[in-house]
């Protein structure tokens, strides 16, 4: 069964600092990785989607890797501001007929202070 | 495009108490899917519908029960409410994918549910 793990759990860091967050599955053989931003009370807001065949993704400040042989993806943040304070999520789908079911990590808490 | 709406926003029912979450999406979306999210759990998967007529079951699917008349919408109907269901309930929806590539998923709002 696929388990998706997110280290750290949570990170505090000043305002202007460059972060990784990391994201670890068990079972290589995904489909895609999806990583998500989520603010407190509200819901998903999709980041980026890295296909199964792809190594990295960028979205401005936003830089997700994927390596599927090793299990991991990073997402990386260049001069992190107060407003990316947020919980991020990744997850997974696995390569099964529709590839659409993800399995989603616990979640890295993050908060950027001024 | 209002994307995939929720409603209702937030919900307290009493134990055996039945009610229907409601989602909606105006994308064309075929792949439609609820999941639970529950402190310290993540979100899990507890239903799925890849078109019109087809629904098929996720990880936690015990207690509710869906069904897909329409592209649009994927209600979501709690049988018999009870404690264990108080969560907020997240809808998704995207194109379905091929062998070639696959699509973001699109998530609406959340329902807060809590079940006394």
């Known amino acids: 069964?696929?388990?998706?793990?997110?280290?750290?759990?949570?990170?505090?860091?000043?305002?202007?600092?460059?972060?990784?967050?990391?994201?670890?599955?068990?079972?290589?053989?995904i489909y895609n990785l999806q990583w998500f931003r989520q603010d407190p009370g509200k819901g998903l807001t999709s980041l980026l989607l890295i296909q199964s065949s792809q190594r990295?993704?960028?979205?401005?400040?936003?830089?997700?890797?994927?390596?599927?042989?090793?299990?991991?993806?990073?997402?990386?943040?260049?001069a992190s501001q107060p407003g990316d304070s947020a919980t991020y999520l990744c997850a997974v789908?696995?390569?099964?007929?529709?590839?659409?079911?993800?399995?989603?990590?616990?979640?890295?808490?993050?908060?950027?202070?001024? | 495009n209002a994307g995939v709406t929720q409603t209702p926003k937030f919900q307290v029912l009493k134990t055996g108490q039945s009610m229907t979450l409601q989602c909606a999406q105006d994308?064309?979306?075929e792949y439609m899917s609820w999941y639970r999210q529950d402190p310290g759990m993540g979100l899990r998967l507890?239903?799925?519908?890849?078109?019109?007529?087809?629904?098929?079951?996720?990880?936690?699917?015990?207690?509710?029960?869906?069904?897909?008349?329409?592209t649009e919408d994927f209600p979501l109907r709690l049988l018999s409410a009870a404690p264990s269901q108080t969560s907020v309930y997240f809808c998704a929806s995207s194109r379905t994918s091929g062998r070639m590539r696959s699509y973001e998923q699109y998530f609406g709002p959340g329902t807060r549910l809590t079940v006394t």
Not at chain 1, 56 to 78: F, H, M, P, V, W
Not at chain 2, 46 to 70: F, K, L, M
Request: aromatic share 6%.
């Open chain 2, 46 to 70: 507890i239903h799925y519908s890849v078109g019109a007529g087809i629904t098929d079951q996720g990880e936690v699917p015990n207690g509710y029960n869906v069904s897909r008349s329409t």
């Open chain 1, 1 to 29: 069964k696929q388990e998706v793990t997110q280290i750290p759990a949570a990170l505090s860091v000043p305002e202007g600092e460059n972060l990784v967050l990391n994201c670890s599955f068990t079972d290589s053989a």
């Open chain 1, 56 to 78: 990295e993704q960028t979205s401005g400040r936003l830089n997700a890797s994927l390596d599927k042989s090793s299990g991991r993806s990073t997402l990386y943040i260049a």
């Open chain 2, 27 to 29: 994308m064309n979306h």
């Open chain 1, 93 to 114: 789908t696995q390569d099964d007929n529709y590839g659409q079911n993800f399995v989603f990590g616990p979640g890295t808490r993050l908060s950027v202070l001024p």
